[in-house]
């Protein structure tokens, strides 16, 4: 039973969890109604709720679109692999259980930053889904940590398209950090072969400055970074890639089951594009 | 990065499974459902033995009613005795032990039920009458008539109008066998908490309750006006630990500014079920109440994750295992009486394979697996159950291996049971030599939880916990 040796820290094991502050994946779980959450958590969430009241339904946005995405992009486009990026703690339908039901052989790593959420997602791991989704504890800031991990490639084959899967998760870099967002997407969609795809969601101070501005501070108070992006500035995360149909648009109305009532009620822009 | 190592490891893992289980000579799967068969069993003949010792129990004070009204032989007025033996006879039949062992009555077991019951005090009335007969108080066509109505009123009365189900696929039914138990004594040493555990709809409805409070910052003493009740009171109802009267639900749901007719009706609803005793209440002696609260809960439970320092998750414990347990608990106490609450136990398992089971998510501490309890080939029984254990989609081991070191759940063992309603918190249970706990205020929860996931973050992750018990296997 070794996974360490006696008193020193074995770099296998995850560093320990930390509550005391707001994670991004328990805040969005705390949204999407779960209950692996934590007073930080709770705090944030709720403060961002008094600041936008439709949060809780812009979390299941981006949720349901997620879903939509992955349909979409196992059935139609046909990609039989996916990088989901910021998994956030599982919540029911996964990205592997919507890509399997479209296609069966289809294969999915998870990578995520906190150490709840692995230990979450693995614990979910049945037989069945074995050998077809792993996960990765690692971060985006470093994106090599995730293209040069080992599970990556014993997983999926970069020789063969993968959707990359960016939900709701490039808000938490600055323009200013090294490297920004722009480039860790490139450098991530740099090393993905020709036919891959990416997916993004991301919010905007487009359809409400206001309140979008209000939970911005919230969030930047509880130390956590949050960047809302204009439809441009959203646009250029797929720069050099091919815009799918409808191109950047309000996550409500991107290839919805329903067209909803009035799209700009969840201030993200969506979109999917395809490398050449 | 852990994941890497454990993932690129998962095939090496199954691979080695399955030339240890190949050498080991048993099946390489399907003993899961030799296991439930084990179960279906435990639960079966606990039921047959429950039922026989109940419905002894209820003949045996209805042979005491009859007798004592017919000890008089003709001397005195017959009628009088007729319906003073009528009338114990109706509050027997119609008394609270026998409705609700008619509702709980199953087709499986009618033949105990007229074997014990209606073929033993039958036999009394017909003595009687025909005694009655022979003395001429009353002529004999009467006498079978009144047979024949009391058998026809008896037949009526044993077939309930409700369709009857299995005990093993009802909810209900399952509390059945949890709640019955034979014989008068009790279970167990342990003491009830002083006003017993509540009942989950009652937690449920509490704990909607403190959260519409708290959501508007009103104090207990403020809501407390709304009812003209006290803080303590809120406290109490908050906590399922006393009833809500439909007036007082009102009155809250208003001040709180709860308009919504169809979560007023759903409160409301909640509130009645929680008011209504389970039928099985009156068998008070058959669990010590701290455990049956809990069986409540984890019947209830989407979710049940469990942390384990000293030995096997009950719900992952093998007969032999348990039994061992219970011999090391009870020195004192006769075989039978072992058998029974092993029975008990065993059927509490039927929870993992049920229809819409509960995901249990349990880690187990290594020194609990190192413990020989009941020896080697027990030990060894119990780590190829847990082993089969894994394969359940329901179900995720991790063992906390001694090389984690000082853990955050050291003080000992607890488990979060987590419910499908969204209002409703997490409750932590924690077991006690003489009782149990129950905590589900948010901060208290909290803390479990948060100790929860450090430990599963710590543990070895569910595929190298399939490698440990294979090693852990060899080493015996």
Redesign the interface.
């Known amino acids: 039973?070794?996974?360490?040796h006696g008193?020193e820290p074995?770099p296998?094991?995850?560093q320990?969890?930390n509550?005391n502050m707001a994670h991004p994946a328990r805040v969005y779980d705390y949204w999407l109604?779960g209950?692996?959450n934590?007073?930080a958590d709770r705090d944030l969430a709720e403060l961002m709720i008094q600041a936008i009241p439709n949060m809780r339904e812009m979390a299941a946005a981006n949720r349901a679109f997620l879903s939509r995405a992955v349909r979409h992009l196992a059935g139609e486009a046909g990609v039989r692999q996916f990088l989901d990026i910021g998994t956030g703690i599982p919540t029911s339908p996964n990205v592997h259980e919507v890509a399997q039901e479209a296609a069966p052989d289809a294969r999915v790593v998870y990578v995520d930053n906190d150490?709840?959420v692995?230990?979450?997602a693995?614990?979910?791991?049945?037989?069945?889904d074995?050998?077809a989704t792993?996960?990765?504890?690692?971060d985006l800031r470093d994106p090599k940590s995730i293209l040069d991990?080992?599970?990556l490639a014993?997983?999926l084959d970069l020789s063969q398209p993968v959707a990359v899967m960016l939900v709701a998760v490039l808000m938490y870099f600055r323009d200013d950090d090294s490297p920004n967002p722009f480039e860790m997407v490139a450098t991530v969609m740099e090393r993905m072969p020709s036919g891959s795809y990416l997916a993004v969601t991301h919010p905007t101070p487009d359809f409400n400055p206001e309140e979008t501005a209000k939970a911005v501070a919230a969030a930047e108070a509880a130390g956590v970074t949050l960047v809302a992006r204009t439809q441009a500035e959203v646009g250029e995360f797929f720069t050099g890639l091919e815009l799918v149909d409808p191109g950047v648009t309000p996550v409500l109305s991107w290839r919805p089951d329903t067209p909803p009532a009035d799209p700009r009620v969840a201030y993200y822009w969506a979109g999917i594009a395809r490398k050449a | 990065?852990?994941?890497?190592?454990?993932?690129?490891r998962?095939?090496a893992v199954?691979r080695t499974r399955t030339r240890a289980t190949q050498r080991r000579g048993r099946p390489p799967a399907g003993t899961s459902a030799a296991h439930r068969e084990v179960v279906l069993d435990a639960v079966f003949e606990l039921l047959v033995e429950l039922f026989t010792a109940l419905i002894h129990r209820q003949a045996e004070a209805a042979d005491q009613a009859v007798a004592a009204a017919l000890d008089d032989d003709g001397g005195a007025d017959p009628a009088a005795t007729l319906t003073a033996f009528a009338t114990n006879l109706l509050r027997l039949l119609l008394g609270e032990r026998s409705v609700a062992l008619n509702r709980a009555a199953l087709a499986e077991l009618a033949a105990v039920l007229l074997a014990q019951g209606r073929h033993r005090t039958g036999p009394i009335v017909e003595a009687y009458l025909a005694r009655l007969a022979q003395a001429g108080v009353l002529p004999p066509p009467a006498a079978a008539a009144l047979a024949a109505q009391a058998r026809t009123a008896v037949e009526r009365f044993l077939s309930p109008r409700r369709p009857r189900t299995s005990v093993w696929t009802s909810p209900a039914g399952w509390e059945t066998v949890w709640q019955f138990r034979p014989g008068g004594n009790a279970m167990s040493e342990s003491r009830a908490p002083a006003g017993g555990g509540p009942k989950v709809q009652r937690l449920l409805v509490g704990a909607k309750l403190r959260r519409l409070r708290t959501d508007l910052g009103l104090s207990r003493e403020e809501a407390a006006e709304a009812i003209r009740a006290s803080a303590w009171k809120i406290h109490r109802l908050e906590n399922g630990q006393v009833g809500f009267k439909q007036r007082d639900l009102v009155d809250l749901l208003e001040r709180y500014g709860v308009t919504d007719p169809d979560e007023i009706d759903e409160l409301l609803t909640l509130a009645r079920e929680a008011n209504v005793p389970g039928w099985w209440q009156h068998y008070g002696d058959v669990l010590p109440q701290w455990f049956r609260t809990y069986v409540d809960l984890e019947s209830a439970a989407t979710l049940i994750r469990t942390y384990e320092g000293m030995f096997v998750p009950g719900l992952l414990q093998t007969d032999d295992y348990m039994r061992a347990v219970i011999h090391g608990a009870h020195l004192e106490e006769p075989p039978e009486e072992v058998g029974r609450k092993v029975r008990l136990r065993m059927a509490r398992q039927i929870l993992l394979t049920r229809e819409h089971p509960p995901r249990l998510?349990a880690v187990v501490d290594?020194a609990a697996l190192r413990r020989p309890v009941g020896g080697p080939a027990v030990m060894k029984g119990q780590l190829q159950r847990l082993l089969e254990a894994t394969?359940l989609?329901n179900v995720?081991l991790?063992?906390l291996?001694?090389?984690?070191?000082a853990h955050a759940a050291m003080v000992g063992s607890f488990s979060v049971l987590?419910f499908p309603d969204?209002e409703l918190?997490?409750v932590v249970y924690l077991e006690h030599i003489s009782g149990a706990s129950y905590l589900n205020k948010?901060?208290e929860v909290?803390q479990y939880?948060?100790v929860m996931?450090?430990i599963?973050?710590?543990a070895?992750?569910?595929?190298q916990t399939v490698e440990?018990l294979e090693?852990l296997l060899d080493d015996l």
């Open positions: 039973m070794s996974q360490g008193d074995d296998e094991l995850p320990d969890i509550t109604g209950k692996d934590f007073p150490p709840i692995l230990a979450h693995r614990a979910l791991l049945t037989g069945q074995a050998g792993a996960f990765i504890m690692a991990h080992p599970t014993a997983t | 990065m852990v994941a890497a190592t454990r993932v690129s998962r095939t199954r998510w290594e394969e989609p995720t991790q063992i291996p001694f090389d984690a070191g987590r969204q918190p997490d948010p901060d909290d939880l948060h996931e450090s599963c973050v710590r070895a992750a569910p595929d440990l090693k």
